[in-house]
Each structure stands twice: as C-alpha cells, then as structure tokens.
C-alpha cells in the first residue's frame, strides 16, 4: 500500500467520533510487510497464521522476535484459564484500561470479548459511552474497573488500599495477579494501536 | 539485593524477580509462576528490546537511555535506578545518564491526557504540555526518541502520523520505529507489573494462602 492510497482511503472512510462496540477497520500509517514476502520467522512471530491478514499483525511483524514475545504474552494473560480471575473479567479490564487511554479500537474489541464471555452488554455500554460503569453494576465488576484504571494513571496510582479492598471483596491473590497483569498488558498494547494507526468506521 | 543485575547473568537473573525483590520459592514466585509463559516472556522481551543479539539502526545504549527515561517519568522507582545503571554501565558516549535524569525530571507530568475526535468525546478533552529535547549532547534520532517516548508514555491519544513523520525525519527507518514503539509501550507494561506486585510484596500473601502453605 502506497502511501498516496492511505490519503484516498482516508477521505473515504470516517473515523468514529466515540467510543462503540461495532467491528472497526484499523489502518496502518506505516507500510506493513507483505503478505507474500512473510517468512517462517515472521510466522513465528505472528503465532497465529491467521494473524498474517492483519495489517496491523503485519506491520509489527517488522520485528517478529519482540511480537512474538508480546503475542505469547497476550495469550498467557487473556487466555489460559488454568485459576485467576474469569476471562470477562480481564477483558472488562482490557475494555477499562482502554477507555482511559483512549483507544477506541482495542476497547471495541474488549467489549465485545468481555461481553461474549458473559460480561453484561447494558454495563460494557455504560462504560464505553461515559467512561464508567452504572452504580448497580456488581461491586467486584466496579472494582476491576476501578483499578485498571488506577494502573493505568501515569505515575501508577495503584496502591496497597486496593488490594485490601479486594481481598476483603473476595478476591483470590491469583485473581489479583491477573487483574495487574490485564491491565498493565493493555497499557502495552494501547500504545501501539494508537501510535501506529487509525482506526475507521466500518464502510457500508 | 547483593548481585548486580546484567542481562549477562549467569545462572540468568529474571529482571522483574530482580527489581521487586521476589525469592524463588516465596510466595510471590509461586503466584508469578502460575502464569509461567507471560513470566518469561515478560523477560524475553526486555532482553530482545534492552539487550538485542544485534543493535540494527537503534543502539543498544539509546535504547537504555529510552528505557531509563520512561521508568523515570513514572516517578523515582527502583526500575528507574536499575536502568540508569545500566545506561552508565552500557554507555560508550560518556555523561548521557545524567542527561537522561534531568530530561526524565523536567518531563514528569500527570497521563494520560490528550484530544479527542470532535464529537461526543469533547467534553473529556485533557490538554497537558508537550515535550522538546534540545540538549546539545543527545543526537537528533535519540532527541526525536526521547519526545515520542513522553508523547506515548502520557498522551498518546495524541497519536497523529505527523509524530511518526518527525521520526522518519531523523533517520528512523518504519522497522526502527516498530522497535522502538514496542520498547516505549512494553514499558508502560513491565513498570506497571512492577508496581503491582511490588504493592502486593509490601502488604504480604493475603491470611488464608499463608495457614494453607503451613499446614502445622
């Protein structure tokens, strides 16, 4: 993809104005490795090799090492069910750290994640709209919530207070754990989605 | 802690074992090994990103320079001092780390903030200040470095391909900027996993995970 065709993409295409749970496009401002050109080393990188249809997969395969380090990363903490906290509950964090940050791309998708793994749609919608979930939602819902944040803020306002508020809430050490893990994970990933791309409204 | 840290260490040192200070066979190693593959990799990354088998166009002593600038804008840390070590450890041009202290201080700021899409989102519009290296011993490509770092470290919102313009203007090749990108955000991870069990350190295993693990 030639740069000039990003601009006449641009023009065509509309960048959401808020935050949604529709499927959005992302597009590269930087040119991503060719498909075609992808070697056993980028595959090893991207892990999936499905993943290779992404622009996005495909422009970090540029350094497939460090990808495959984040990619098996990812993984671990979002996917391995062996204890901790439930997978809607890292990916309400996904979805919170995001919010924060500002990446309208990763938290579409860590709703739409956290909702499929049994997290409520009427509270994944609030906290998209306005950056908080409703007062009735469940305390340990607000928690998670409360505290990607926290280890979210620049510096780090994570402090002994909420693990005590957690334990108390019945949170395990292992679900603690994953909750950090989650949320400084989408402090990672946040930054290169903003950073390297744009996302768009998906065309009609 | 008695051994000084080195990516070189042999037995291997794990860095955030290092850093927070966790025994093997304590409680919070037990904890940290139940996610085993993320503890590794968490480590595997820091090395190919800090300490790479081959520099490519960013040099191994800029990118401890980026990595002690980051870890400093998050406050006076151990990861911070841990890495400005390793900067003066590492450095070939000589007196960058007190450079690199005075850039993280002068840089310390409050994130995330930045714009918005106009739109619904306006209201919550954050502004906050921007930051210019022009100290005359760091060069151009680690200057325009060191600025995109504080941009991603507290507002990348901002994000714009203007940023990334300014790096290609410097000599940073698409590749080059990948690395980096991927140094400045695995950061903002790695010093948050810091933290976090950093806290859970200070408090102690929560009642219950002690009786169990002493079943006299």
Redesign the interface.
């Known amino acids: 993809m030639s740069v000039t065709e990003q601009t006449v993409s641009k023009t065509d295409t509309q960048e959401p104005d808020r935050f949604t749970k529709a499927q959005l496009d992302w597009h590269p401002w930087l040119e991503p490795l060719e498909e075609g050109n992808l070697t056993e080393a980028h595959y090893e990188g991207l892990v999936d090799r499905a993943r290779a249809k992404s622009p996005y997969f495909r422009l970090l395969a540029r350094d497939p090492e460090i990808l495959g380090a984040r990619t098996r990363s990812d993984k671990d903490i979002f996917y391995n069910v062996a204890g901790g906290l439930p997978r809607r509950e890292r990916e309400l964090a996904a979805t919170a750290v995001s919010r924060f940050n500002g990446c309208i791309y990763c938290a579409s998708v860590h709703a739409r994640f956290s909702e499929r793994q049994g997290g409520s749609p009427e509270a994944l919608a609030a906290l998209l709209e306005t950056g908080q979930l409703p007062q009735d939602t469940d305390l340990k819902w607000q928690l998670v919530e409360e505290i990607a944040r926290r280890l979210s803020e620049t510096p780090v306002g994570f402090s002994h207070v909420h693990i005590r508020v957690l334990r108390q809430a019945g949170f395990e050490d292992a679900e603690i754990l994953d909750l950090i893990n989650a949320s400084s994970f989408f402090n990672w990933a946040n930054r290169l989605m903003l950073s390297l791309g744009y996302p768009t409204l998906p065309s009609e | 802690m008695t051994t000084i840290f080195s990516f070189k260490a042999d037995p291997p040192l794990d860095l955030i074992d290092y850093v927070v200070g966790i025994d093997s066979d304590s409680?919070l190693d037990t904890?940290?090994r139940?996610?085993?593959?993320?503890r590794?990799?968490?480590q595997?990354?820091a090395e190919?990103?800090l300490n790479p088998l081959e520099d490519g166009e960013f040099l191994q002593t800029h990118r401890l320079a980026v990595a002690a600038f980051v870890a400093g804008?998050?406050?006076d840390t151990a990861i911070y001092r841990l890495y400005l070590d390793l900067l003066e450890r590492s450095e070939q041009e000589k007196e960058l780390s007190p450079v690199i202290e005075n850039l993280s201080r002068q840089g310390?700021t409050?994130?995330?903030y930045?714009a918005?899409?106009?739109?619904?989102?306006s209201g919550?519009e954050l502004k906050g200040s921007g930051f210019e290296v022009s100290d005359v011993n760091v060069d151009r490509s680690l200057a325009r470095a060191l600025e995109h770092a504080h941009f991603?470290?507290?507002h990348?919102?901002d994000?714009s391909?203007q940023?990334?313009e300014r790096l290609k203007e410097a000599g940073w090749t698409?590749?080059g900027?990948?690395?980096l990108?991927?140094l400045?955000?695995?950061l903002?991870?790695?010093?948050?996993?810091i933290?976090?069990?950093s806290?859970?350190r200070?408090?102690g295993?929560?009642a219950g995970?002690t009786l169990s693990e002493n079943p006299s």
Do not use: C, M
């Not at chain 2, 918005?116 to 989102?121: D, E, I, K, S, V």
């Not at chain 2, 903002?188 to 996993?193: D, E, N």
């Open positions: 409680w904890l940290r139940g996610r085993e593959v993320l590794d990799n968490a595997k990354s190919l990103l804008l998050h406050g310390r409050l994130g995330p930045g918005y899409p106009a739109g619904p989102l919550e991603l470290t507290f990348p919102r994000a391909v940023a990334l698409d590749t900027i990948v690395t990108s991927q400045i955000s695995f903002a991870f790695q010093i948050r996993v933290h976090g069990l806290v859970l200070d408090v295993p929560a995970a």
